[in-house]
């Protein structure tokens, strides 16, 4: 599978089965600073994230899912939501701490598969009361407390999940209402869109929080299966203060 690259000039292509191709396209997706905070989805050109199976399984085609893997990669840290455990399967990244976000501390029904992988590490943010529910729904899956007031602003969260892990790299996975959640702290929008986008969005779905005038556009790819892939930085003089 191969990536387009449109925006900016020149064109070029990146061969994602060629290491050194590989490694330029991550290259390319560099963050500006070593304490960026990335949402990245799929969507369809109307912004919906899920299919209606409830999952964005369906939403999934071409190089996305190897785009995601490469940027976990990546990471210092990926964080995703409950409800995105409990109806899609998730593999746990292979070098990456995956941090779940659980208002409830219901885990029942989760989806997580460890491929057993020396790096692997599932922290599961949560409030205190729900710790010890945690070990019944999640088995012989190794996880790590830590706590969790939904009610608290993102920056009270983002400081909390660098400190664990040591790093300032954060990857946004969702669902929708962890992009909003996080969205005060969000610097990258990484955005997949099917084909073909019919508005004037720029790939950003219709309901995320903030003005498409606070981004610019970094770069445009496009692949085999003539998916969108977008990434939208937010200008230094707009990013959230910390």
């Known amino acids: 599978m191969n990536l387009y690259r449109v925006i900016p000039p020149p064109p070029e292509v990146f061969d994602l089965e060629d290491p050194q ?19 990245i989805m799929v ?20 190089a996305d899912r190897a785009l995601l893997a490469a940027l976990r990669e990546d990471a210092d840290a990926v964080i995703v939501g409950a409800s995105t455990i409990r109806h899609e399967v998730v593999p746990l990244p292979r070098h990456t701490p995956l941090i779940v976000l659980s208002a409830s501390g219901d885990l029942r029904g989760h989806q997580l598969r460890s491929r057993h ?19 019944e729904a999640l088995g012989e899956v190794p996880w790590e407390p830590l706590l969790w007031n ?3 602003p993102v920056e009270e969260l983002v400081d909390a999940v660098r400190t664990r892990v040591d790093g300032g ?12 959640y996080c969205a005060p702290l969000t610097t990258e929008l990484l955005i997949s869109t099917t084909p073909p986008p019919r508005d004037h969005h720029q790939g950003v779905p219709p309901w995320w929080p903030t003005s498409l005038e606070d981004w ?4 445009l790819l496009t692949d085999d299966d003539k998916m969108l892939y977008y990434r939208h930085v937010a200008p230094a003089a707009a990013r959230p203060p910390r």
């Open 169 to 180: 790299q954060i990857l946004i996975e969702g669902g929708q209402k962890t992009w909003e």
């Open 150 to 152: 939904p009610e608290t």
């Open 216 to 219: 610019e556009l970094r770069s």
């Open 117 to 135: 992988a020396p790096g692997e590490r599932l922290i599961v943010a949560t409030p205190a009361e729900h710790h010890a529910h945690l070990g």
């Open 43 to 62: 969507t369809t050109s109307a912004g919906d994230t899920v299919s209606p199976d409830g999952t964005s399984t369906q939403l999934s085609r071409g």
């Open 21 to 39: 191709s590989h490694r330029a396209l991550v290259e390319m997706y560099r963050p500006d600073s070593d304490s960026t905070v990335r949402a």
